[in-house]
């Protein structure tokens, strides 16, 4: 089964410093790799995926996230992190549904983000 | 804002009671999920459409739980005799059935209380 894991709960970082979230993967097959974000009342939002290619992937806001094969992982980075960046982050892994197409998506708990300024 | 829109923002009922949520998901888009988000946790599959027809439904879709498409463009969720167990954030998303590059686009999310 497809699964991914957010080791840290809460990541505080001061503002202009890089900040990374960490993200594990476990998948059968090939990782086809996410990082939403969730901002109060404002749902989930897309950052970036991983789908194949290039390891480091860049995203919206100034993101980016480096696949690592080896080491199964999916760390979530920014050169300089703003205090508008403070947030719930969400890796996560597409599980297709093999019978009907589409496909779910499995979430890790979550790490909430934490720039002061 | 995604362009996935869900009404309405925030519902409190009393258990026993039935709600109906609404997703208006990004028109061009054929595929519409629903999740559910429990406090501390990330979103969880509930079920799947493709156009008007549910492809998907996972096991916490318990009976109580009703979900449409009708004409394949917005969707309702429907809980009957809800529990307090329901409590939590119902979430949509679409997407357009594009093989490796689709990408599920999410709403702004119901927040259930069931008092």
């Known amino acids: 089964a497809q699964s991914v894991a957010q080791p840290e709960d809460q990541v505080n970082v001061a503002e202009g410093n890089p900040l990374t979230v960490k993200c594990t993967y476990s998948?059968?097959?090939?990782?086809?790799l996410f990082w939403y974000v969730q901002y109060p009342n404002r749902g989930l939002q897309f950052l970036l995926k991983?789908?194949?290619?290039?390891?480091l992937v860049k995203g919206s806001y100034g993101f980016e996230a480096e696949f690592n094969k080896s080491q199964t992982s999916f760390h979530l980075k920014k050169p300089s992190a703003l205090v508008s960046d403070s947030a719930l982050y969400f890796c996560?892994?597409?599980?297709?549904?093999?019978?009907?197409?589409?496909?779910?998506?499995?979430f890790g708990a979550g790490t909430r983000l934490f720039v002061k300024a | 804002d995604t362009g996935v829109s869900q009404d309405p923002r925030h519902k409190i009922t009393k258990r026993g009671q039935n709600v109906t949520f609404r997703c208006d998901p990004i028109?061009?888009?054929?595929?519409l999920y629903w999740y559910r988000q429990t406090l501390g946790q990330g979103p969880e599959f509930l079920t799947y459409?493709?156009?008007?027809?549910?492809l998907e439904k996972s096991r916490l879709l318990s009976d109580r739980f009703s979900a449409e498409r009708p004409k394949g463009s917005f969707s309702t969720l429907e809980i009957q005799r809800t529990e307090q167990g329901d409590s939590a954030m119902y979430l949509c998303?679409?997407?357009w059935g594009q093989g490796d590059q689709e990408t599920q686009y999410f709403g702004p999310g119901t927040r259930l209380l069931v008092l």
């Open positions: 028109s061009e888009h054929n595929r």
């Open positions: 996560a892994v597409r599980d297709p549904l093999r019978a009907t197409g589409g496909f779910k998506t499995i």
């Open positions: 998948v059968s097959g090939n990782p086809y």
């Open positions: 459409f493709q156009n008007e027809a549910q």
């Open positions: 991983y789908i194949t290619g290039d390891n």
């Open positions: 998303a679409s997407s």
